[in-house]
Nanobody, 127 residues
Framework: VQLVESGGGLVQAGGSLRLSCAAS????????ICWFRQAPEKEREGVSC????????LVADSVEGRFTISRDNARNTVYLQMVNLNPEDTAVYYC?????????????????????WGQGTLVNVSS
């Protein structure tokens, strides 16, 4: 399995960015793609997930109302749309695969249980 993120960059507070995660190599339909982020000197935090099987989604309370996850199955790509960004959103954002994953998303898995990661993309929000 390979995950490749793109779309990070520098943005002013209040701005928007859309991250992309191109996924390939899955041998089963039962998985979820999640976004995590890690700010300097902080633990990796789960942000949002979407399942491949039924498209159910979940967003962390910390970004609820500002971040939206979506998928384009034809392109094998998952997106994270981020609006109204603030400096506290500054972090390296990672795409991750929860494999296997059956049923709808009921919680964002802990980072320590994820085995498949992308290389990360930096989001830097200036004040």
């Amino acid at each position: 399995v390979q995950l490749v993120e793109s779309g990070g960059g520098l943005v002013q507070a209040g701005g928007s960015l859309r991250l992309s995660c191109a996924a390939s190599g899955f041998t089963s339909d039962y998985y979820a793609i999640c976004w995590f982020r890690q700010a300097p000197e902080k633990e990796r935090e789960g942000v949002s997930c979407v399942t491949n099987s039924d498209g159910s989604t979940l967003v962390a309370d910390s970004v609820e109302g500002r971040f939206t996850i979506s998928r384009d199955n034809a392109r094998n790509t998952v997106y994270l749309q981020m609006v109204n960004l603030n400096p506290e959103d500054t972090a390296v954002y990672y795409c991750a695969a929860d494999v296997p994953h059956y049923g709808p998303i009921e919680y964002i898995p802990q980072a320590r249980f994820i085995e498949v990661w992308g290389q990360g993309t930096l989001v830097n929000v200036s004040s």
